[in-house]
């Protein structure tokens, strides 16, 4: 054929796929984003109902007070009937979801593609770009990179990661302490796969920008063995990008909707999709706290802890290590956040004390490369959770520091959300950097080291000097009544136990309010004292610490107060 005739077929080819995939893409047209202010469990229960009778969608779960709901054209007058009804206050935060996705949908539609191995960050890259820029990395660095296949999806995608470390090829590099780095488990979070191959160019000198920093990461390597898991949730990033934009669970077949049958033992509705993986971790109260058991909602946690493919292929790779495990991060979006244990409960844990400290470090070194604010707080401020995965780290692996990124926007950018815009991606990744290198140099063994509490050697599994396991005990000797570490320290505070984290500039107080992901530069944002505040989505009401993270017993004196 003539070559104006190859051109006008190319054209056309390249008409047809993006008519095609217009047309499939959900549109959210009409949809609203409504602020509900919730005072109680009954309120959050009502919403829940909502959701399984198909009136609305959870867009994002309560934070001080308020859940966020996704709500049709169709369904916004039965909806406001209800709020009306039982006397919830609402407004209209966002007027029409579907310009925000529509715009976006377009720049990636009109963005030239990267040759292969390639990456940029000026746009959102699907998963096969992803997984090729991993294969060319580690070609590259065979020296210090191996590539990782921890297993398949539902739908028999991989799920990689990269080991990065000195002198890989030598057997000893397989016994450094390890740190481990997941992301992209919730589908429509886009910013985090990004930010995380960020970090992996960064760590292997691959950018410009981080070249300073080349003798601290040296350093690192030397010492520890870095795992790093883009995108644990390939099915769900996928369908994100072809189907819906502001999808958030995994792809497997989940049951019935709100598990009714018919008498043929088919579904009397519909068949539902998708588990939300930061629900399907093995902690105390599985299944509880923050999660709908109704199978086609965005909260659905699995039948039970690691029954999704996703979250056990980590379990079987990280729990054999878990000696060697010194750090678990996982990144999410958006609210720009640093969370934590504990996510379940507004308990304390025994590590409090030294997850502020750490905390602070974070959101000092993230502000100093932008000026932007993120705001340390524990996981159950932002909105109690039963099963995630850094609970899990924390209680079941007994790694002290474990903790959850939550990458821009802020919490009151809801117009932006999860479409955070290109321009903003490089910076976000960036800081990024600056805080994983703050929160490595602030970790339980590398202060140790650095105070010489370790003089005669800790070994590889972490038990110090005295024999005591490296789980989050009281390093520096408990007292013989065997009082908790949070009355101790290790770094000079005073011995009357005070908390360090009075006047905390990172807006983490102790009183259990959450600073909804604001600006923290206005100190201590409540100047409450530091008793904690009531919550109605509180697990713990005896007020007793379970000591979850030492022996893993269940603590019978929980209520449940959100199992539907």
């Known amino acids: 054929p003539a070559p104006e005739h190859c051109e006008m077929l190319r054209f056309l080819i390249v008409f047809v796929f993006s008519l095609s995939a217009i047309i499939c893409y959900k549109t959210y047209i009409g949809d609203k984003i409504v602020r509900v202010k919730v005072g109680s469990v009954a309120d959050y229960n009502g919403i ?10 959870i867009f994002s779960e309560s934070r001080t007070g308020h859940v966020d709901v996704l709500i049709g054209a169709r369904t916004m007058a039965e909806c406001q009937n209800y709020f009306k009804s039982h006397d919830l206050t609402y407004e209209v935060i966002t007027e029409n979801v579907g310009d925000g996705v529509e715009k976006e949908r377009r720049r990636l539609l009109l963005k030239t593609a990267v040759a292969q191995g ?13 997984y090729e820029r991993l294969d060319a990395l580690v070609a590259k660095h065979t020296a210090i990179t191996e590539l990782i296949n921890l297993g398949e999806t539902h739908e028999k995608r991989e799920i990689k990661a990269i080991r990065i470390t000195s002198n890989i090829s030598l057997a000893e590099s397989a016994e450094k302490p390890m740190l481990w780095l997941d992301g992209g488990i919730h589908a429509r979070e886009w ?7 960020y970090i992996i160019d960064s760590l292997l000198g691959e950018q410009d920008n981080e070249k300073d920093k080349s003798d601290e990461i040296q350093a690192i390597l030397d010492k520890y063995q870095i795992v790093i898991a883009p995108c644990i949730n390939p099915d769900g990033y996928e369908y994100s990008h072809e189907e819906e934009r502001l999808w958030r669970k995994n792809r497997t077949p989940s049951g019935c909707k709100k598990n009714k049958l018919n008498w043929f033992g088919g579904c009397f509705t519909r068949m539902c999709y998708g588990i939300d993986l930061n629900r399907n971790w093995e902690t105390l109260h599985f299944g509880t706290v923050g999660i709908s058991p109704d199978p086609c ?5 699995g039948k039970t802890p690691f029954d999704q493919k996703s979250t056990k292929v980590i379990e079987d790779y990280l729990k054999p290590l878990k000696e060697k495990l010194k750090l678990f991060v996982t990144y999410h979006s958006y609210s720009q956040l640093f969370l934590a244990p504990y996510g379940y409960t507004h308990d304390l844990p025994a590590d409090h004390e030294h997850h502020t400290r750490v905390g602070k470090a974070v959101v000092e070194a993230i502000h100093q490369r932008h000026g932007v604010n993120y705001t340390s707080i524990r996981g159950a401020q932002l909105y109690p959770v039963s099963g995630d995965s850094f609970d899990w780290a924390y ?51 590398e202060v140790e080291e650095d105070d010489g509490e370790d003089d005669n ?3 590889d599994n972490g038990e110090d000097d005295n024999g005591e396991d490296d789980d989050g005990d009281n390093d520096d000797g408990e007292d013989e009544d065997g009082e908790d570490e949070d009355e101790g320290n290790d770094d000079g505070e005073d011995e009357d136990g005070e908390d360090e984290d009075e006047g905390n500039d990172d807006g983490g107080d ?21 008793d904690e505040e009531d919550n109605d989505d509180q697990n713990d009401t005896d007020g007793n610490v379970d000591d979850q993270k030492d022996d893993g017993e269940n603590d019978d004196d929980q209520n449940n107060s959100n199992d539907g």
């Open 510 to 530: 102790d009183d259990g309010d959450n600073n909804d992901g604001g600006d923290d530069d206005e100190g201590n944002d409540d100047g409450e004292d530091g």
């Open 457 to 459: 050697g800790e070994d």
């Open 191 to 197: 910013v985090v796969p990004a930010t995380m191959m």
């Open 118 to 130: 390639e990456f940029s960050y000026d746009t959102y890259h699907r998963i096969k770009v992803i």
């Open 395 to 445: 209680t079941v692996l007994n790694v002290t520091d474990s903790y959850c990124f939550e990458l821009r926007p802020d919490g009151d950018s809801w117009k932006i959300g999860f479409e955070l815009p290109e321009e903003e991606i490089l910076p976000t990744a960036e800081e990024n950097v600056d805080g994983l290198l703050a929160l490595i140099a602030n970790i339980k063994h």
């Open 297 to 301: 909602s965005l909260i659905y946690p």
């Open 48 to 57: 829940l109902s909502l959701e399984s009778d198909d009136l609305l969608e």
